[in-house]
């Protein structure tokens, strides 16, 4: 029997039920009745008072004094307080980094900052017996490829734009197709502002890399979550589809961690001319 099979075979009705009422009620802007929740939900007339009272006693739900309609309780929004703060967005790219390589087949880690433009890898996920070896502790900072965009990006645009060209003649050529070039770079950065996501194309290494920040529930970030593979498993044409993964799975990190969109990806119609049309072309 699968986890998940057997997860739903212990579950509690009554648990559930009171799960469902909670979202109904969640959903309804203005409230449900105890008629409108017994007819929506399917449950006994009995089975909803005894519910109902209960959530309400634990202050889950509250009755409308000027109505007989029941709306989301106090209580819940003390739990969700304390649910933000255990959930870690660090330790939930963490945990993704294998569900991705899996899937996908590529060389996934997960890099935690260490201070401004600077992280280090905590997590390896390795997809199988063929794939780009990657050390724990190793650090990654603006001018290193994917994630060196990533990083330029979560800076403001004139302080990218100064960080580059005041460092240009440092800017470290790792491989013939690094972009030391500002101008090239700066663009590159404009593009990561805009689809939420950078690569690199045999900029930093061999292979190819995608990058995403995560953030946590105050906007800070949290993590980078980065997918490597050679030229021929992670391929030009892939790199969009992977870093829309990788952007939806930040996002949802994020979501969970009781943070909103990322406002990051607001784009500016000055900003992404001649790059909304079409991904990564380098």
Same mark, same amino acid.
């Given at each position: 029997m699968s986890e998940r099979a057997s997860g739903e075979r212990y579950r509690v009705p009554a648990v559930m039920a009171a799960n469902a009422i909670l979202e109904a009620i969640a959903r309804a802007p203005d409230g449900m009745t105890h008629t409108e929740l017994v007819r929506e939900l399917e449950l006994s007339k009995s089975s909803a008072h005894n519910l109902l009272s209960?959530?309400?006693?634990?202050?889950? /739900?509250?009755?409308?004094?000027?109505?007989? #309609?029941?709306?989301?309780?106090?209580?819940?929004?003390?739990?969700?307080?304390?649910? /933000?703060?255990? /959930?870690?967005?660090? $330790?939930? $790219?963490? =945990? &993704?980094?294998? =569900?991705?390589?899996? =899937?996908?087949?590529?060389? /996934?880690?997960?890099?935690?900052?260490?201070? @401004?433009?600077?992280?280090?890898?905590? $997590?390896? #996920?390795?997809?199988?017996?063929?794939?780009?070896?990657?050390?724990?502790?190793? @650090?990654? *900072?603006?001018?290193?490829?994917?994630?060196?965009?990533?990083?330029? *990006?979560?800076?403001?645009?004139? #302080?990218?734009?100064?960080?580059? @060209? =005041? &460092? #240009?003649r440092q800017i470290p050529a790792h491989t013939e197709r690094t972009l030391t070039e500002p101008d090239a770079l700066l663009a590159d950065v404009e593009h990561v502002r805009s689809v939420g996501y950078g690569a690199s194309i045999g900029e930093y290494r061999s292979n190819n890399a995608v990058a995403v920040p995560v953030r946590d529930a105050d906007g800070r970030l949290a993590a980078v979550l980065i997918a490597i593979g050679f030229p021929d498993q992670l391929t030009r044409d892939a790199i969009p589809s992977i870093g829309h993964t990788l952007r939806d799975v930040a996002d949802a990190i994020t979501a969970e961690c009781g943070g909103g969109a990322l406002g990051e990806r607001k784009v500016q119609a000055q900003n992404v001319a001649g790059t909304a049309a079409k991904e990564h072309s380098r």
């Open positions: 209960t959530l309400e006693s634990l202050g889950w /739900v509250r009755r409308d004094p000027r109505g007989r #309609a029941y709306r989301l309780g106090g209580g819940l929004v003390r739990l969700g307080a304390f649910a /933000v703060r255990q /959930v870690d967005a660090l $330790a939930l $790219a963490m =945990e &993704r980094t294998h =569900e991705i390589a899996g =899937e996908h087949h590529l060389t /996934v880690i997960a890099a935690q900052p260490l201070g @401004r433009g600077d992280v280090e890898v905590v $997590a390896v #996920a390795f997809p199988g017996d063929t794939h780009v070896g990657i050390s724990l502790g190793t @650090r990654y *900072s603006w001018f290193d490829g994917a994630v060196g965009k990533v990083l330029l *990006s979560l800076e403001s645009q004139a #302080a990218a734009e100064q960080l580059v @060209r =005041e &460092r #240009a």
